[in-house]
């Protein structure tokens, strides 16, 4: 009975100490566990330093383009307040030159109204002129 008891108690034994890891074993998984985190750790951190790097280089390159895109948009704004300038300035040319142009025409037509009161001052004198003649040319042809 002695026999099957022993028997019993190492079976038992190594079914138990089969089913239960070593602690040699346990180390080996821990050290497997340490190391595959370790790595797992550090390929997140430089994927987190990579994508780190490239958003900031993305960054950079978007304010770069801006700064860019301002000082050309700058640089226009520049060029269409020197161009609202000259048409400012011939603007304010030819409205001179059309006040110019009404202040002679105007002048225009006060000679012009004048040479025709003239006009009808020597047609009127002229009438009188010729009533004249004709008054004295009368009284000769009835002497003739």
Not at 83 to 89: C, D, G, L, R, T
Request: proline content about 1%; aromatic content about 4%; charged content about 25%.
């Amino acid at each position: 009975m002695t026999t099957t008891i022993a028997t019993i108690g190492t079976s038992t034994n190594q079914s138990t100490t089969g089913q239960m890891p070593t602690l040699f074993e346990g180390g080996v998984a821990l050290a497997l566990l340490y190391f595959v985190l370790k790595e797992a750790i550090e390929f997140f951190k430089k994927k987190d330093d990579a994508e780190g790097a490239l958003t900031q280089s993305l960054i950079d390159d978007l304010r770069k383009e801006r700064k860019e895109d301002l000082f050309n948009m700058s640089q226009i704004m520049l060029k269409i307040d020197g161009s609202n300038q000259q048409i400012a300035i011939a603007i304010h040319d030819m409205s001179k030159a059309i006040h110019d142009l009404n202040v002679s025409t105007q002048q225009n037509a006060r000679i012009h109204s004048e040479i025709f009161g003239l006009l009808r001052e020597q047609e009127r004198v002229l009438h009188k002129i010729e009533a004249h003649i004709s008054d004295r040319e009368a009284p000769k042809r009835v002497s003739v």
